[in-house]
């Protein structure tokens, strides 16, 4: 059972790990650098557990003592109790639903390690925003994605934001990045992926003809926000594909698109 220690400094040192979380630079330093992730509310708290996460500690409002206490009572990590006035000033905001979990990070594997025995993966390039790659891991999760590979310059799937987001998707669907971008395609392909590149370029085939979901092995990539994939992906592609519209709109943003897609990807649609 873990010990649940009332804390009234916000300089107690035992809470260092829920410093600044506002402070987005800082979080994407430190948290990769120390091994940990933040995360937020009860149902994201225990689908981290249930996906093997270790607890560090735990940091929880007064009223949400009873909420957690199965948690509180199964493991061994320490458990804060605080003002809600209290997790503010150490958090830097509002912290609504008053709990918070330090977990610890599990070693990434090798993306040929999940390629293995994958069909269906979804490839981001540069999506820096936290907000959509917590809304893509959820999608993926959903529509039944087997894996993610990253780019190297992709924002960590758990950041507090994109893991709240997520709803906790981001533990259910495995993940790597790719060391090198985009030679790092080529182990996809070497592996019997047919690479799509998803883009709002009239050149593209419709999705919905290019039917990924008849596809042996199909590896769905997605661009940022705004700049979509870069040239340097698009050709490394073995076809591009898009999402048709209608009403004169160009183009989903990348969470939406990305929701599609995977549809498409895993189920395809129903056809006249």
């Known amino acids: 059972m873990a010990d649940l220690i009332t804390v009234d400094d916000p300089d107690d040192p035992r809470l260092r790990d829920y410093t600044g979380l506002t402070d987005v630079e800082l979080r994407r330093r430190r948290e990769p650098a120390e091994g940990l992730f933040i995360a937020e509310g009860e149902k994201v708290i225990r689908r981290a557990r249930q996906a093997g996460y270790e607890m560090r500690s735990m940091l929880l409002s007064a009223k949400w003592v009873d909420v957690m206490r ?116 080529e182990a996809v392909r070497h592996t019997g992926f047919k690479i799509l590149a998803l883009t709002p370029d009239e050149k593209a085939t419709s999705i919905d003809d290019a039917a990924p979901h008849r596809i042996e092995r199909v590896a769905l990539m997605l661009g940022a926000e705004g700049d979509g994939l870069s040239v340097q992906a698009l050709m490394a592609a073995d076809e591009w594909v898009r999402i048709p519209m209608a009403h004169g709109v160009d183009s989903l943003n990348v969470g939406a698109a990305a929701a599609v897609a995977f549809y498409a990807v895993t189920a395809g649609r129903p056809r006249d």
């Open 70 to 185: 199965d948690v509180i009572e199964d493991v061994p990590a320490p458990v804060y109790a605080v003002s809600p006035d209290l997790a503010e000033r150490v958090t830097g905001y509002h912290v609504h639903r008053g709990a918070l979990a330090s977990m610890q990070r599990k070693p990434l594997p090798e993306a040929e390690q999940l390629l293995e025995g994958a069909r269906r993966v979804a490839i981001m390039e540069s999506v820096n925003d936290h907000t959509n790659i917590g809304a893509i891991f959820r999608s993926a999760a959903a529509l039944g994605m087997d894996a993610v590979l990253l780019s190297p310059d992709c924002a960590d799937p758990l950041y507090r934001r994109s893991v709240k987001v997520s709803m906790g998707a981001v533990f259910s669907v495995p993940y790597a990045r790719l060391e090198t971008w985009p030679r790092g395609l």
